[in-house]
């Protein structure tokens, strides 16, 4: 285990204390630990020695929300429904963001591309605007075409009206964006078969991190 790890793995259960990060897109992560969870539950916290992942091990799993948005095409896309046949990646941010939200996509896809093509091609990816405003349908396509990997199904982009949006990141237990979505969370879930997410990324994370863990979960 490298020197870089060990402190990431202790300094997580800090960061994460309320379970969450919001991340200003050219600024820096903050802990959030006044925001309203999904159901009513208290948020997932980090666990110590017994993680297996190179991810962010949440001790308390996330339950798969429910909820339907718009997706690129324009149709109608239930997020429980459609990502139940494999394991299924969820983050929240908008397409203006100059750093984090691409970083973060361009992770996913290297990691794709790196585990076992059985693997990229049951995983769902879904990118969940906090900037429905300006991120229609067609923005989105555009933007998410970009990292397209070929080994795994396309990127779905989601958008709706901003209640919707705001439903969504509580029905995912993430805080609601800031600042016309500029202001968000900073996590990236995955989500195994089961329904239940016990391991997350942030921005300190690699895609090597969630290949690795993508490949724990899928076999699970």
Same mark, same amino acid.
């Given at each position: 285990?490298?020197?870089?790890?060990?402190?990431?793995?202790?300094?997580?259960?800090?960061?994460?204390?309320?379970?969450?990060?919001?991340?200003?897109?050219?600024?820096?992560?903050?802990?959030?630990?006044?925001?309203?969870?999904?159901?009513?539950?208290?948020?997932?916290?980090?666990?110590?020695?017994?993680?297996?992942? =190179?991810?962010?091990?949440?001790?308390?799993?996330?339950?798969?929300?429910?909820?339907?948005?718009?997706?690129?095409?324009?149709?109608?896309?239930?997020?429980?429904?459609?990502?139940?046949?494999?394991?299924?990646?969820?983050?929240?941010?908008?397409?203006?963001?100059?750093?984090?939200?691409?970083?973060?996509?361009?992770?996913?896809?290297?990691?794709?591309?790196?585990?076992?093509?059985? +693997?990229?091609?049951?995983?769902?990816?879904?990118?969940?605007?906090?900037?429905?405003?300006?991120?229609?349908?067609? +923005?989105?396509?555009?933007?998410?075409?970009?990292?397209?990997?070929? +080994?795994?199904?396309?990127?779905?982009?989601?958008?709706? =009206?901003?209640?919707?949006?705001?439903?969504?990141?509580?029905?995912?237990?993430?805080?609601?964006?800031?600042?016309?979505?500029?202001?968000?969370?900073?996590?990236?879930?995955?989500?195994?078969?089961?329904?239940?997410?016990? +391991?997350?990324?942030?921005?300190?994370?690699?895609?090597?991190?969630?290949?690795?863990?993508?490949?724990?979960?899928?076999?699970?």
């Amino acid at each position: 285990m490298t020197t870089r790890r060990r402190a990431r793995r202790a300094v997580a259960p800090a960061l994460l204390a309320a379970g969450l990060l919001l991340a200003g897109c050219g600024g820096t992560a903050e802990a959030d630990a006044g925001h309203d969870h999904a159901a009513g539950e208290a948020p997932a916290t980090v666990s110590g020695p017994s993680n297996p992942y =190179d991810g962010l091990y949440l001790q308390s799993p996330y339950q798969k929300p429910e909820f339907t948005l718009t997706d690129q095409s324009g149709a109608a896309y239930d997020f429980q429904a459609q990502t139940a046949d494999g394991p299924t990646l969820l983050f929240f941010g908008y397409t203006n963001c100059p750093d984090i939200c691409p970083t973060t996509m361009a992770d996913v896809a290297v990691a794709l591309q790196t585990v076992d093509p059985a +693997v990229a091609e049951r995983t769902h990816v879904v990118f969940v605007t906090t900037d429905p405003t300006r991120d229609s349908p067609e +923005v989105l396509g555009e933007y998410l075409a970009r990292f397209g990997t070929g +080994v795994a199904p396309a990127i779905v982009g989601l958008t709706g =009206d901003q209640s919707q949006i705001d439903a969504a990141q509580l029905a995912a237990g993430v805080p609601l964006a800031e600042d016309m979505g500029q202001q968000h969370s900073s996590l990236l879930l995955l989500y195994g078969t089961d329904g239940e997410a016990s +391991v997350a990324f942030d921005a300190g994370n690699t895609s090597r991190d969630i290949a690795h863990d993508l490949a724990l979960v899928a076999a699970e």
